[in-house]
């Protein structure tokens, strides 16, 4: 059993993750912003005692010191996992609202552990795809991502639209990262996940059809009938499957071999409609609500797009990736309990 600091416990990812932790033994205290936050949390997991489900406050991550009582524990923490920063692109100043909270929460919680947690000795960061991702190559079908690309972008370039803003977010933080860990030498380790868009089940009573997570807004707005007339941009046409991801962040803090490391989180390729195509296919009951034969977009850009390689996660981890049919099922499935 690890002892354990999860932030943003009530989020898409980190839901997931806790979900993990608790069944293979941990201990978790997870950070929330609110006490309903937490009790949400613990009606998910009420056969779980407060020995290994337990919660810290922390309001505002984009604070320095944000983290300063949440990382202290008794007993102490030996692991943190960090996915706590914002995914979205309803930003109106991007510096404020995406791009300091990210990079103030991710230095600010390493400064925190190096000062006040000495027995942590594995940090796990959710990154993004993003900060690989050259958008200036446009789909690029002539190059392979892998884990050792890194999306270029500058500063000046970050505060242009919410999009660029979101990108330069996960791709500074993740940068702070490794440069602490260079510059501080501090007694933990650092690996981080990057994901594309990330698809599959929400958990069951987390989120509503409101509120849910910014990847499956898709899928949930095919249920709705939201692009019967048009298709939405499908976007990085990748997918990484939720319950893969989290396993891997668990499985980040249990193998020696992640430490230090950088991992690409693909599944695969996918486009919007093969999406619509997969509900159609697995739930007849939506059709009257899915784009028809001659709803133009929703396929993949005429020349092709980009290569994916996340054999390095595949080899560390063992992981056998969900398919897409499995993950599109579920994530219907968990909307339609929800309401979809």
């Not at 293979?24 to 779980?48: F, I, M, N």
């Not at 337990?54 to 692991?79: H, L, R, T």
């Not at 002539?142 to 977010?169: C, F, I, Q, V």
């Amino acid at each position: 059993m690890v002892r354990v600091l999860l932030t943003g416990g009530s989020g898409f990812v980190a839901a997931h993750v806790l979900d993990v932790l608790l069944k293979r033994g941990h201990s978790v205290v997870t950070t929330v912003r609110s006490q309903a936050k937490a009790d949400l949390l613990k009606s998910l997991h009420p056969d779980v005692g407060k020995d290994r489900l337990d919660f810290a406050f922390v309001e505002d991550i984009a604070m320095e010191d944000a983290f300063d009582e949440a990382v202290k524990s008794d007993p102490p923490f030996e692991a943190v996992i960090h996915t706590a920063s914002p995914y979205h692109f309803r930003a109106k100043d991007i510096q404020k609202e995406l791009l300091d909270p990210a990079v103030i929460g991710t230095t600010g919680i390493l400064k925190s552990i190096k000062k006040s947690a000495p027995t942590v000795k594995r940090v796990v960061i959710t990154t993004s795809f993003a900060a690989m991702v050259d958008s200036s190559k446009g789909y690029w079908p002539e190059h392979t991502y892998s884990d050792d690309d890194w999306n270029p972008t500058t500063h000046e370039e970050a505060l242009k639209n919410a999009a660029a803003g979101y990108r330069a977010s996960k791709t500074f933080a993740e940068k702070a990262a490794w440069d602490f860990l260079e510059k501080e030498k501090p007694g933990f380790t650092i690996t981080t996940l990057a994901p594309p868009l990330v698809l599959g089940p929400i958990i069951p009573s987390l989120q509503s059809l409101e509120t849910v997570n910014t990847s499956n807004e898709r899928t949930r707005d095919l249920l709705q009938g939201k692009m019967k007339e048009k298709y939405s941009p499908t976007g990085s046409y990748i997918f990484a499957d939720v319950r893969d991801l989290s396993i891997l962040h668990v499985l980040s803090i249990e193998k020696e071999e992640a430490a230090n490391q950088r991992f690409f989180v693909c599944n695969g390729p996918f486009s919007n409609k093969e999406l619509a195509d997969m509900i159609r296919a697995k739930f007849p009951e939506y059709a009257d609500k899915l784009p028809g034969d001659g709803i133009p977009g929703g396929d993949y850009p005429a020349g092709g797009i980009y290569k994916t390689d996340a054999s390095k996660a595949e080899k560390v981890f063992g992981i056998k990736w969900t398919t897409f049919e499995q993950s599109t099922v579920d994530a219907v499935n968990a909307l339609k309990a929800a309401g979809a």
